[in-house]
C-alpha cells in the first residue's frame, strides 16, 4: 500500500477508535513548550496551597525545561534517592501521537467506572491534579502540582523497580513512575506505565491516610534494612549467613507488600454503606474497576485495619498480578487504614513469614464475608490438586508448598494462636505424601 494510502487508514483507525472511547481528536494536542513553561511559571508562584515552592527553587526548574532537560525527579524538597540503574527521564517531546491518544482513550475509559466506583476523595485528587484525558501529563508541570498539595513528588524509572527500592522512595515521599504509556486499546497491563502510574496512583495521593500508609511502608523497609545490616555487621566474614540475612529482609519485605497490595493497590473502602474503591490497581484499569465491585466471581471481604487479626489476614494472603484480583478487603473506613504504622506492618510482617499462608480463593474461618465468590475454593483443595498432580494457579502451588513444609518441620502452638482460628487440619494422607516426595 503506498505511504499515503497507509497513512489515511490509520487516521480512519485512530478516528474510529477516539470514537469509540469518547475521544475529540482535537484534544490530543500537547501544548507547545513555550506554552508548557508559561503554564508552569504561573502553578510554581501558588501560595493557596499547602506546601508552596520555595522562590529559590522555581527559576532553576523552569530553567530545566526551558533548557530542553527531560524530566529526571522532583527536587523541591531537599530529598533525592539513587535510582541506579532504575533512573529514567520523561522526553515530553518524544511521545507520538498514537501514545498521547493511547492516553486519552484510556482516561475516557477510566472516567467512565472512577465516576461510579471511586471513591469521593479519589475523584476529588483527580481534579486537584488534572488528570484528564487529551494528552499524556508533562511530569514538570504534575510534579509540581503534587508537591504543592501533598509534599510527595515523582521519580522516572525506566521499569518495575525492586521492591527495596520502591519503598525506598516512599520513605522519601517520591513515587516512581514509569515513562512508558501502553499500547492503544489495552485495558489491564501487569507491567506498569503511566497509565498506572499516574492515572491511577496520583490521586490517592490527596487521601491522607493512603498516603501515610504508602510512606510507613517505606519508614516499616528502612527498620527493616537497619535491623539487617546490624546483624550483617555481627556476622562478619560469614558469606552463607550474610546471605541467608539479606534473603530474610527481602522476604519480610515482600510480606509487607502484600498489606500495601490490598490496600494502596487493591483496596476498597466503605463510603456512606457503599462499596467503593481507591486501590490505584484497580482504577487504572476500567475492567477491573467494575469487575472488583460488581462481579460474583471474587470474594469481597470486610476489615478493620486496626484489628491485628485482619491485619494478619492481609499479610499472610497470596496473590497473582496476572489477572483480576480474586479477593478484595474493603475497610471499614479510612481512618482505621492511620493505624497501619511503620511498627504494625514490620510486625505483621514477621509473625506473618512463620505462619501458614492463604490463597487469594479462600474464604477462612473469621472473614466478615460481603460477597462468596464464585471461584472460591476450600483450604484443602490445593493440597489434594498438588498430591494428584492436577493444574492449579501458581498462587495455590506456592500456598501448598509453603504450608505443607511449615506443618512438616513443625509451627510452634504459640503462632498458630495468633490466628483468628486455627487453619484448617492438613490431611494425613496429604502429608505423608509430602513427607516422601519433597
Ligand atoms: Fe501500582
Given at each position: 500500500m503506498p505511504e499515503s494510502k497507509?497513512?489515511?487508514?490509520?487516521?480512519?483507525?485512530?478516528?474510529?477508535?477516539a470514537k469509540r472511547s469518547g475521544v475529540d481528536l482535537a484534544d490530543v494536542k500537547p501544548l507547545s513548550l513555550e506554552e508548557r513553561i508559561e503554564t508552569l511559571e504561573s502553578e510554581l508562584h501558588r501560595t493557596d496551597v499547602p506546601y508552596p515552592i520555595?522562590?529559590?527553587?522555581?527559576?532553576?526548574?523552569?530553567?530545566?525545561?526551558?533548557?530542553g532537560n527531560p524530566f529526571r525527579m522532583g527536587d523541591f524538597s531537599g530529598e533525592t534517592v539513587d535510582l541506579g540503574k532504575y533512573a529514567c527521564q520523561q522526553f515530553y517531546e518524544n511521545y507520538s501521537f498514537e501514545?498521547?491518544?493511547?492516553?486519552?482513550?484510556?482516561?475516557?475509559?477510566?472516567?467512565?467506572?472512577k465516576h461510579q466506583f471511586a471513591c469521593r476523595q479519589y475523584q476529588e485528587g483527580e481534579r486537584l491534579f488534572e488528570i484528564r484525558g487529551g494528552v499524556?501529563?508533562?511530569?514538570?508541570?504534575?510534579?509540581?502540582?503534587?508537591?504543592?498539595?501533598?509534599?510527595?513528588q515523582l521519580a522516572a524509572v525506566s521499569e518495575i523497580i525492586p521492591a527495596e527500592l520502591f519503598f525506598t522512595c516512599h520513605s522519601r515521599r517520591f513515587f516512581p513512575v514509569t515513562t512508558f504509556m501502553r499500547p492503544l486499546g489495552t485495558d489491564y497491563l501487569e507491567e506498569p506505565d503511566i497509565g498506572h502510574d499516574v492515572?491511577?496512583?496520583?490521586?490517592?495521593?490527596?487521601?491522607?491516610?493512603?498516603?501515610?500508609?504508602?510512606?510507613?511502608?517505606?519508614e516499616a523497609r528502612n527498620m527493616i534494612y537497619a535491623e539487617r545490616d546490624a546483624m550483617i555487621a555481627d556476622a562478619g566474614e560469614d558469606a552463607a549467613a550474610i546471605e541467608a540475612?539479606?534473603?530474610?529482609?527481602?522476604?519480610?519485605?515482600?510480606?509487607?507488600?502484600?498489606?500495601?497490595?490490598?490496600?494502596?493497590?487493591?483496596g476498597l473502602v466503605m463510603e456512606d454503606g457503599e462499596i467503593r474503591d481507591f486501590g490505584a490497581g484497580i482504577l487504572s484499569s476500567p475492567g477491573e474497576t467494575v469487575y472488583s465491585i460488581g462481579s460474583p466471581e471474587s470474594n469481597r471481604i470486610l476489615i478493620d485495619p486496626s484489628d491485628d487479626a485482619d491485619l494478619m489476614r492481609l499479610a499472610n494472603t497470596d496473590y497473582l498480578i496476572s489477572e483480576f484480583q480474586k479477593t478484595y478487603f474493603i475497610?471499614?473506613?479510612?481512618?482505621?487504614?492511620?493505624?497501619?504504622?511503620?511498627?504494625?506492618?514490620?510486625?505483621?510482617?514477621?509473625?506473618?513469614?512463620?505462619?501458614?499462608?492463604?490463597?487469594?480463593?479462600?474464604?477462612?474461618?473469621?472473614?466478615?464475608v460481603v460477597n462468596v465468590g464464585t471461584v472460591m475454593t476450600s483450604p484443602n483443595e490445593k493440597y489434594y490438586r498438588l498430591m494428584a498432580g492436577q493444574k492449579m494457579d501458581e498462587c495455590l502451588?506456592?500456598?501448598?508448598?509453603?504450608?505443607?513444609?511449615?506443618?512438616?518441620?513443625?509451627?510452634?502452638?504459640?503462632l498458630l494462636a495468633q490466628f483468628r482460628a486455627l487453619p484448617p487440619v492438613i490431611p494425613q494422607e496429604v502429608m505423608d505424601w509430602f513427607c516422601q516426595n519433597d
Open positions: 497507509q497513512l489515511e487508514s490509520k487516521q480512519r483507525d485512530y478516528a474510529e477508535i520555595a522562590a529559590a527553587k522555581r527559576e532553576p526548574y523552569i530553567e530545566a525545561l526551558r533548557s501514545e498521547h491518544l493511547s492516553w486519552a482513550c484510556l482516561v475516557a475509559q477510566q472516567q467512565k467506572t499524556i501529563p508533562d511530569f514538570y508541570l504534575l510534579n509540581a502540582r503534587i508537591y504543592q498539595q501533598t509534599a510527595w492515572a491511577g496512583h496520583v490521586a490517592t495521593f490527596t487521601i491522607r491516610a493512603v498516603a501515610d500508609v504508602m510512606k510507613n511502608h517505606g540475612i539479606k534473603t530474610h529482609a527481602d522476604d519480610l519485605l515482600m510480606y509487607a507488600g502484600r498489606i500495601y497490595w490490598f490496600t494502596v493497590e487493591f475497610s471499614e473506613s479510612f481512618d482505621l487504614l492511620h493505624s497501619l504504622t511503620p511498627e504494625r506492618i514490620l510486625d505483621a510482617s514477621k509473625r506473618a513469614m512463620s505462619l501458614p499462608d492463604y490463597t487469594w480463593r479462600e474464604i477462612v474461618p473469621g472473614d466478615r502451588r506456592r500456598t501448598a508448598i509453603k504450608n505443607l513444609r511449615m506443618h512438616r518441620d513443625g509451627i510452634s502452638d504459640e
